[in-house]
């Protein structure tokens, strides 16, 4: 791993999370400890349930952690204000869904537009549907697209404020092996490219083999955590 890569940009610290209270209490993280490093790109594994989608929530600040500690560069989330995590999610995450959730009555373009009108510095749209390989699209309306163009016009949306966290759930769920790949291969290249951290969850453990860190979760805890020597390309990916 690179002197880069070991740059860390968020630490997680004995995170917990707890969904009510009393004799329905379930706990979905039990004490995380996981470091970010800027520009990997990290793969997390676990079966449903595992806690896998709360820890990214969490992450993200969309969701917030019972207990423990959560630290951007030099923040601490854990307790924050409502202001500075709303600044966190605007300025510095990313997000990307497994549902694509495009605005039916927009263009390409313009829904990635909704973003870059609420950053600091972002790419225009135009240059964020490029990078996706989607120039040619840019004015087409969601249902005039395939379910991998709609998913690439969802990454363009996610990247266009340049965001230093791109936090992907299940990016690949609702897609087929092939499209899969492409959209893969669209978020290898915004990691290699714009060495944006990223943070992948997903049930196919094959698509662990392209990450620089597989992070394996199992009832809310880190089970194992494996470096891989050489990074996959997309392509190469069984689905």
């Known amino acids: 791993m690179s002197e880069t890569q070991r740059d860390t940009v968020l630490r997680a610290s004995g995170v917990t999370k707890v969904y009510g209270i009393g004799a ?25 349930g595992s806690g896998k989608s709360t820890l990214l929530n969490v992450i993200g600040g969309l969701d917030a952690p019972t207990g423990g500690s959560l630290r951007y560069e030099d923040h601490e989330l854990v307790g924050a204000s409502d202001k500075l995590l709303t600044h966190y999610r605007r300025a510095h995450v990313g997000f990307v869904f497994q549902f694509y959730n495009l605005i039916p009555s927009l263009t390409a ?17 135009e240059e964020a549907l490029e990078v996706v390989g989607l120039a040619d699209r840019m004015d087409h309306f969601p249902a005039q697209l395939s379910g991998g163009q709609q998913q690439r016009v969802a990454i363009a949306r996610a990247i266009a404020k340049r965001p230093q966290l791109l936090l992907c759930d299940e990016p690949t769920g609702a897609l087929d092996a092939t499209t899969g790949r492409l959209v893969l291969e669209v978020l290898d290249k ?50």
């Open 109 to 125: 373009r313009e829904n990635v537009a909704l973003v870059t009108e609420i950053a600091t510095s972002p790419m225009s749209a």
């Open 24 to 48: 329905v209490a379930v706990q979905a993280l039990r004490g995380v400890d996981l470091e970010l490093f800027r520009g990997e790109l990290l793969v997390i594994l676990g079966p449903s």
């Open 190 to 239: 915004v990691n290699r490219e714009l060495r944006t951290t990223t943070a992948l969850i997903t049930h196919n453990a094959a698509i662990g083999a392209m990450a620089d860190r597989v992070v394996t979760i199992a009832d809310g805890r880190i089970a194992r955590i494996d470096v891989n020597e050489r990074r996959a390309a997309p392509s190469e990916v069984s689905w």
